[in-house]
């Protein structure tokens, strides 16, 4: 079991940025990966950001890439999103995800295993 707990969201203004975190208890940090993804009202949840399975290579979704950062603190067991520059369209539930299959795809929801309660940003034009 892997229990994820989000916190760091709120309301800011376009232009604004916010830091979100993940801490992690349960199985040991490194057998899984961690993922961020996010839902709109009306929307699939889509994924923003991820580690690669050796918590080395980081991947972004096209419409946060320059903005977004994802980063990690092991000694913490804690996953971040620094995002700067945000934008009325960021506006979302945010998760943060834990797969445990090294052959999953990082960028696929359903490939995930363990999800957050999530975290709302709301950002104001």
Known sequence: ?????????????????????CAASGRTFSSYAMGWFRQAPGKEREFVAGFSWS?????????????FTISRNNAKNTVFLQMNSLKPEDT????????????ANLRTSSQYDYWGQGTQVTVSS
């Open 1 to 21: 079991q892997v229990q994820l707990v989000e916190s760091g969201g709120g309301l800011v203004q376009a232009g604004g940025s916010l830091r979100l975190s």
């Open 55 to 67: 918590g080395v290579i980081t991947y972004y979704t096209d419409s946060v890439k320059g903005r």
């Open 92 to 103: 979302a539930v945010y998760y943060c995800a834990a797969r445990l299959n090294p052959a």
